[in-house]
Structure formats: structure tokens, C-alpha cells
């Protein structure tokens, strides 16, 4: 199983980045997938959630209106555009692949550093 990150970097405040992760090993089409961010000394937090078949979405309220998590079952990637991002967006973001049938399973990527500062 392998959920690999990529996108992340430096910008500026009100710019914006893609992050995209590529998700191989497992049936993604059947995964929860969502992005979670960890900032220095704060806990790992959910930042957005994409179910299996695509149609439902939740954010947190801080990315509401500025993230967009998107899912593409026959290429095997999610993607999260963040828009007007603020340096407190500054985190590692990581993947994470999640389901309950027929038993918990849950896989995290490396992670990709994403740094918002002028």
C-alpha cells in the first residue's frame, strides 16, 4: 500500500497550491479519502474528507470556501486546491485513505510540507 503526496511548498499569503496524492495497493475506490495537517506543536487535524463514490464532502471551518477536495477513482488520486491561503494553513498535510467494511483499515501518506509565508 503505498499513498504518495506531492504539491506542497512555499507560498505566499492569498496564493494558492494543488496537492495531489497517488494511491496504490488497495481498492481506493471503496476509501474514504481525506487530508489531514499537522502545524508544529498541534495536534494532527482533519482538514477535508471525500467519500468513496465522490458526491459528499466535509471540511473544517477554517478551509471552508478556500479548499476544494476532489477524488478521481480511475486514476487513483485526490486532490486538495487550497485557495487564499493564510499563513496558518502552515502544516505537514497528509493523506489519509480510511474504510470500515468489512474491518477498519487506515493508511497514511508521508506527508508534504506546505509553508505559507512573505
Known amino acids: 500500500v503505498q499513498l504518495v503526496e506531492s504539491g506542497g511548498g512555499l507560498v505566499q499569503p492569498g496564493g494558492s497550491l494543488r496537492l495531489s496524492c497517488a494511491a496504490s495497493?488497495?481498492?481506493?475506490?471503496?476509501?474514504?479519502m481525506s487530508w489531514y495537517r499537522q502545524a508544529p506543536g498541534k495536534e494532527r487535524e482533519l482538514v477535508a474528507a471525500i467519500i468513496s463514490a465522490g458526491g459528499t464532502t466535509n471540511y473544517a471551518d477554517s478551509v471552508k470556501g478556500r479548499f476544494t477536495i476532489s477524488r478521481d477513482n480511475a486514476k487513483n488520486t485526490v486532490v486538495l486546491q487550497m485557495n487564499s491561503l493564510k499563513p496558518e494553513d502552515t502544516a505537514v498535510y497528509y493523506c489519509n485513505a480510511r474504510t470500515y467494511y468489512p474491518k477498519f483499515t487506515n493508511y497514511w501518506g508521508q506527508g508534504t510540507q506546505v509553508t505559507i509565508s512573505s
Open positions: 495497493g488497495f481498492t481506493f475506490s471503496s476509501y474514504r
